[in-house]
């Protein structure tokens, strides 16, 4: 069985900064992309970022470039997310995604959520 598990969420100020972790856990599998969503209260869940299985190729939503940065570590099968120049409008729980590879198949795994507040 394989399990996300995020950290590093919390409040933060307007302009200040929080580094978010999600590792997955679990044997026998392999991980592809990984990625983080949001979702603000009364909103569909968006992508925030996304990154491939090397780690060479990242993308981001365009309200977060510039500003957000996706990374991860293989060996530890952790993927993070550092947030930069945090705005309000960055409110919202924050939840993991991996593309999970077991044998010749791949499943979506979704981490439970970590919240994130930012004051202004």
């Known amino acids: 069985q394989v399990q996300l598990v995020e950290s590093g969420g919390g409040l933060g100020q307007a302009g200040g900064s929080l580094r978010l972790s999600c590792a997955a856990s679990g044997s026998g599998f392999s991980i592809d992309a990984m990625a983080w969503y949001r979702q603000a209260p009364g909103k569909q869940r968006e992508l925030v970022a996304r990154i491939s299985s090397g780690g060479l190729s990242t993308n981001y939503a365009n309200s977060v470039k510039g500003r957000f940065t996706i990374s991860r570590d293989n060996p530890k099968n952790t993927v993070y997310l550092q947030m930069d120049s945090l705005k309000p409008e960055d409110t919202a729980v924050y939840y993991c995604?991996?593309?999970?590879?077991?044998?010749?198949?791949?499943?979506?795994?979704w981490g439970q959520g970590t919240q994130v507040t930012v004051s202004s």
């Open positions: 995604n991996a593309d999970i590879i077991v044998g010749t198949n791949v499943y979506a795994y």
